[in-house]
Structures are given as structure tokens and as C-alpha cells.
């Protein structure tokens, strides 16, 4: 997560400084401890094959809900990227993996929201509610990366079959 992104932001949009973001990171992590839930883990096991539905309805433990799809979300757009960058994956299916993975993100930040309150500690709930929107923040800067600055990510002057898609 931000592994590409994030060194363009500061080169080359400039919205903010590193110190200006990490200031409003520590600022929304406050802000989400203490508006929180408080919570303990009073949950009963749930079979594998209802586990969507569980974590959809915010029965589930935030670890069991965070975790996976955070990794395979990750390891998703690390690949992703990392093809763009070499020039093995195309504009459109950059833009195919990001939209294709859309829709499960969407899902995981409802299902990390209400689940948030299933967590022996108030801190975990916080961070995995930062965390969640460091990814739709992440989202949101791949689209203006991919919008108003494809020249950059993804090196036009090499790529011969999706020239037309870096305008």
C-alpha cells in the first residue's frame, strides 16, 4: 500500500508534505479512538460458508475480517502495480484489476466498520478503522494518478499498444 503512489503524491502532485500527512494521520487515529466502540468478544463460531454474511452483518471477530482481505488486497495491487511499472500490464487492464477489486474493497470497509466493536481492545478497532480509509484514500490517488498523471506511473514513451489511454 502506497508503495508507488505515495512517492509520486509528494514529487509530483504536492498536495501536502509527508510532515502535513503524518499530522493528519495521527490526528484521524485520535479522532477514531475516541469515537470508537466499546466492545468485548462475545462472539460464537461461525461456519466457513456463512462467513460473508457474518462479517456483512457485523457478527464477526475484526481480526477475521481485517486480516485477509487486507493482505490479499495488498499483495493484489503490489502485483498490479508492480506489472504497470515494467510495462507488462496495460493502462485498461490496470484500470481492470482496480475496478475489479472496487467493488470487494467496498465490502470489506462496511464489513470492517461494523465489526469494529468485536475486539478485546479500543486501539485495534481504531487502527483497523484508519487503515480502512488509508485504502480508500489510497483508491482515490490511484484514480487522480491515473486521470491526470498516466504519463508518469506508467511510463507512455514505452508502452507501443496503450499509447492512446496515457492522454
Known amino acids: 500500500m502506497f ?6 503524491f509528494f514529487a509530483h502532485i504536492g498536495l ?3 510532515l502535513e500527512l503524518l499530522i493528519i494521520f495521527m490526528a484521524l487515529l485520535v ?13 460464537q463460531k461461525q461456519s466457513l460458508n456463512k462467513y460473508l454474511f457474518t462479517a456483512w452483518s457485523g457478527s464477526a471477530a475484526l481480526m477475521w475480517v481485517f486480516w485477509p482481505f487486507f493482505l490479499i488486497l495488498n499483495v493484489s495491487l503490489y502485483a498490479a502495480d508492480t506489472l504497470a511499472k515494467m510495462g ?4 485498461s487492464s490496470w484500470d481492470d484489476v482496480h475496478l475489479m477489486l472496487l467493488l470487494p ?3 470489506w ?7 469494529s466493536a468485536n475486539t478485546s ?6 487502527c483497523a478503522r484508519l487503515l480502512t480509509l488509508a485504502v480508500l ?17 506508467f511510463g507512455c514513451e514505452e508502452l507501443m499498444l496503450d499509447y492512446g489511454s496515457c492522454f
Open 3 to 8: 508503495i508507488y503512489s505515495l512517492p509520486l
Open 16 to 18: 501536502a508534505s509527508p
Open 31 to 43: 479522532v477514531l479512538f475516541i469515537s470508537s466502540p466499546l466492545g468485548g468478544e462475545s462472539l
Open 88 to 91: 507488462l500490464l496495460t493502462v
Open 105 to 107: 474493497v467496498v465490502w
Open 109 to 115: 470497509a462496511t464489513a470492517v466498520w461494523r465489526c
Open 121 to 126: 481492545l479500543r486501539v485495534w478497532s481504531a
Open 137 to 153: 484514500f489510497e483508491y482515490g490517488l490511484k484514480l487522480l494518478i491515473r486521470i491526470d498523471y498516466p504519463r508518469i506511473f
